[in-house]
C-alpha cells in the first residue's frame, strides 16, 4: 500500500511554496508520492488566467528532477464542461486505485472553511485531510477537529498566486518564469507594481496597438506583444539604481540623456529579471525610444506604437493604419514627424537620431 499526497489547486501559476510545502508533506508524513491535481474549474473561483494547457506545463517545470512528485491530469482531463468538486476527483482516484492510503493537502485558509466544502463529511472519510500553515489564519480547532485534519508543521506560507501575477516573481522557480515571459503570461498585471497608473495604462495600449500591427504585416504578435508590455518597465527606476546598472552593462550609453536611458535599463529588466531570453524581444525593447539602424521589424512594430498610442491625446488613426499597411512605410513616416515636430518646437535631437533619419529616410532602406 502506498501513502500518496493529493494537493490539488488552480496553480495558477505553481509558486515556489507549492512545491516546498509538498516536500514538507512528504518528509513529515512519510509519503511515497505527491500528485499534483491542477483543476479544470475551480469552484471557489471564476476562472483561471493562463489556460489548462500552460497551466500544466508550469506544473512540469515546477516538480522536474523530483521522482517524488507527479502530476495527476484527472480533472483536466474530464471534458465536462462544468466546475470541479473534490469529492468527485476523489471517489474516481479511489476507485481506480482503492488500495492506496490518500492523503488530500490543503492550506489553512481551506481548511477552516472545510465545513462548507461539498459533502466534506465523506471526504473526510475516504481521505487523511492534511492542512499546512498560512500566515494570517489561526487554525480553527473545532473545524479542524471535527474533520480529523493533520497538521504540517511547516513555515507560515504567505505566498499566493495572486502575489504572483501582482508582480513578485521572486516566488517563481527560474524555469517557470522563463515560460511565463516567453509566453506573455500575466505580464500586464506582473509590470503594473513597477510604474503608476497612467503609465500602466500607455504600456497595455502600446502592447495592444504593437500586437494588432504586427498582425497586419504578417509578423509575430507575440513578440510584439511581450515587447510592448516590457518598453517601459524600467522608466520609474530609482536613478541611483539605474546608474548602476547602466554603468555596469550599457557604459557606452551612460552619456545619452537620460530620459533615454530606459529603452536599455528595460531591456536589463526584462533579460536579468523577468528572463526574456528572445533577442528580438529584448533588441525591440532597446529601441523603442531612438530607434536604431539595425532595428527589426518588430522593433518597428514597437517604435510606431509607442508614439502614436491613442491614449497620448491627438489623432493618430491615419498614421496607425499606414503602420498596418506597410510597416516600413509607418516607421519611416514617424521618423518624419518626430524630426519636423523637433525642428518645430526647437527640441534638441540626439545625434544619434540623424544617423536613423539619413539611413531610412533620405537613403530609403528598409
Known sequence: MKKIGLFGGSFDPIHKAHVEI???????????EVQFIPTRHNPWKNQSCANAKERLHMIHLAIQ???KFTVNTIELDDDQNQKNYTIHT??????????????YIMGMDQANAFDKWKKAKKISNLVQLVAFQRGGYEPLLDVLNQYHFLVLNNRPVYASSSDVRQGHIEMLNPHVLRYISSQGLYLETMVASRMKE????????????????AKANHLNEKQAYIAGIMHDVAK??????????MQNYFPEYISKPYPIWHQWLSRYVSEHEFLIEDPIILKAIE???TASVDISLIGKCLYVADKLDPLRGYDSSKQIELCKKDINAGFRDSLIDFYEFSKKKNREIDDCFYEIYDYFVVKGEK
Open 22 to 32: 509538498a516536500m514538507c508533506a512528504i518528509e513529515q508524513l512519510q509519503l511515497d
Open 198 to 213: 497612467k503609465r500602466w495604462k500607455h504600456t497595455c495600449s502600446v502592447a495592444q496597438l504593437a500586437k494588432k500591427i
Open 236 to 245: 520609474e527606476m530609482d536613478q541611483k539604481e539605474a546608474t548602476v546598472i
Open 287 to 289: 529601441d523603442h525610444t
Open 90 to 103: 476523489l471517489e474516481k482516484i479511489i476507485e481506480k486505485h482503492p488500495n492506496n492510503k490518500y492523503y
Open 65 to 67: 528532477g523530483n521522482d
